[in-house]
Every structure is written in structure tokens, then in C-alpha cells.
């Protein structure tokens, strides 16, 4: 199963992108912008850790990694809650620092967020973005995502309570 991009491909992850992950994945520049979960320094170990969960992930997929000439550069996803909550799902995404301002951030959200209210049903989808993260804002806002609220004091960052912009697209 894969969603074709312009320049990249989202497909399911596979144990071959151990190396390309930890090469793209440690890096503070990508985990500052990321909740305190994702590890840094990103280990080899963070790495199998990641992909042996991914390994029992079963269509419809909800994570998916943004392949590049066949490496895997960067990661997008959604989580689906169970229940009354189902019709709404959170979307998260990252990528590889070599590869940033070329669009496929921009263009990985468009895909993810038509595929995800299609394949689950979902009348809505949010994101959580630090204030210090215009980029990401940006990405969002460009998908149709719109400002709700600012999450005051939501999670620690580095041990330090921060705030989240929460955005949110609906249909
Ligand atoms: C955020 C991230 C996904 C963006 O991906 P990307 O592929 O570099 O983004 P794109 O190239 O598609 O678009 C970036 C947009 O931000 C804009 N931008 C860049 N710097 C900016 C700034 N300081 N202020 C506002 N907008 C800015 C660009 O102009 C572009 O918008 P445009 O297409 O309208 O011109 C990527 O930088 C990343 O992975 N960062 C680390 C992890 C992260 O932040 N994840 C998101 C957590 S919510």
C-alpha cells in the first residue's frame, strides 16, 4: 500500500529502515519540535524499537514512512482513538533535515489527511504544534487545518511545561 507523492512516496516502514532512520532521526533540530517520546539521541536501538512496533501494524496502515529514492527520510501518521472519540484521529509527521523546505511536508499532510478521513471514517483531525514551530503552522494552515486553541501548560518539554497550538481540520 503506498500514497504516492510528487518527489516521494509514503509506504509502510520496514525493518530495512533501521539505518536511514537513525541517519535522519538523531537530530535535536528534528526533536525539538517533537514531543519528549521521541528519543535524542536517536539510537540504533530507538530505531529497531520503532520498526518492531511498526512490524505488527496491519492495512489499513496509519504510519507510514516518507520514502525518498527509496530511503526512508522522515515519518508521518496518524492515531486513532477507539470508541465515541473514533471519528477523530491526531496526525504527526517529521522529516529528515536534509530534506525540509522542498514541500513534502506540505505535500505528505494533503495525503495523509485525504487518505485518513477516507480509509477511517474520521470527521475530524488535529495537530499539536509547539508556538517556537511556524513551519509546521504552516504545513497545517496550508491543509486546511484552522487555530483552535493554545494548550496552556499542556506537557513538559525537557522537563519544563510548555504550550501547544492545537489545529484542527473537520469536515
Ligand atoms: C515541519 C516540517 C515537517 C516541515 O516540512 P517541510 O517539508 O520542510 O515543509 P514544506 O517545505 O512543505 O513547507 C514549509 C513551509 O513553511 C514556510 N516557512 C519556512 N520557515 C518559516 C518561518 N520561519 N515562518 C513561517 N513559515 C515558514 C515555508 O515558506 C513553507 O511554506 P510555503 O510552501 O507556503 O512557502 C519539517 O521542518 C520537520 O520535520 N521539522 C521537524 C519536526 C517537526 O517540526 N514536525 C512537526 C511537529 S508539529
Do not use: C
Request: net charge neutral.
Amino acid at each position: 500500500m503506498e500514497l504516492p507523492g510528487s518527489s516521494f512516496t509514503l509506504r509502510p516502514w520496514r525493518w530495512e529502515d533501521a539505518e536511514p532512520l537513525l541517519f535522519h532521526a538523531d537530530n535535536p533540530r528534528v526533536a525539538a519540535n517533537l514531543g519528549d517520546l521521541f528519543p535524542s539521541p536517536y539510537t540504533l536501538a530507538d530505531a529497531h524499537e520503532w520498526l518492531r512496533a511498526r512490524a505488527a501494524d496491519i492495512p489499513p496502515y496509519a504510519m507510514f514512512a516518507i520514502d525518498v529514492d527509496g530511503n526512508a527520510v522522515g515519518g508521518i501518521g496518524v492515531i486513532l482513538n477507539e470508541g465515541p472519540k473514533r471519528i477523530a484521529a491526531e496526525l504527526g509527521y517529521w522529516i529528515g533535515e536534509t530534506y525540509w523546505g522542498r514541500g513534502i511536508g506540505s505535500e505528505a499532510v494533503r495525503l495523509v489527511r485525504d487518505y485518513a478521513f477516507e480509509t477511517f471514517a474520521l470527521r475530524r483531525i488535529e495537530a499539536r504544534v509547539y508556538p517556537w514551530n511556524p513551519k509546521s503552522v504552516q504545513v497545517l494552515k496550508k491543509n486546511g487545518f484552522v487555530f483552535e486553541t493554545r494548550l496552556r501548560n499542556i506537557q513538559l518539554k525537557g522537563g519544563v511545561p510548555v504550550d501547544m497550538l492545537l489545529y484542527a481540520v473537520v469536515r
